[in-house]
């Protein structure tokens, strides 16, 4: 069973920046692309990054692109997102996720997710 679990979020100024962590446990871990999600009260879950099971490729969304960085560690299981200039609208509960086919920005096409962390950003 493939479990995920998400840590580093917390309460910054806007200008800051967070580093979250994601493991994964019960898998293979160099057999998953990985991604990075994030929701905020009211609104639905929106992809942030992803990487590919090399970390070879990586994808951003626009809202993040330039001000965000991940990275994934195959020896550690785990995979990173390195934010900064933190904006309030970045304030969200974020997700990783893994799929062992496709390294995508659509929440349906991720077969395994964690619990989240919460990011909250003050202005």
């Known amino acids: 069973q493939v479990q995920l679990v998400e840590s580093g979020g917390g309460l910054v100024q806007a200008g800051g920046s967070l580093r979250l962590s994601c493991v994964v446990s019960?898998?293979?871990?160099?057999?998953?692309?990985l991604g990075w999600f994030r929701q905020a009260p009211g609104k639905e879950r929106a992809w942030v990054a992803a990487?590919?099971?090399?970390?070879?490729?990586?994808y951003y969304a626009d809202s993040v692109k330039g001000r965000s960085t991940i990275s994934r560690d195959n020896a550690k299981n785990s995979v990173y997102l390195q934010m900064n200039d933190l904006k309030s609208e970045d304030t969200a509960v974020y997700y990783c996720?893994?799929?062992?086919?496709?390294?995508?920005?659509?929440?349906?096409?991720?077969?395994?997710w964690g619990q989240g962390t919460q990011v909250t950003v003050s202005s």
């Open positions: 990487i590919s099971r090399s970390g070879n490729l990586t």
């Open positions: 019960g898998g293979t871990f160099s057999r998953y692309h």
């Open positions: 996720a893994a799929d062992p086919v496709t390294v995508a920005s659509v929440a349906r096409e991720y077969d395994y």
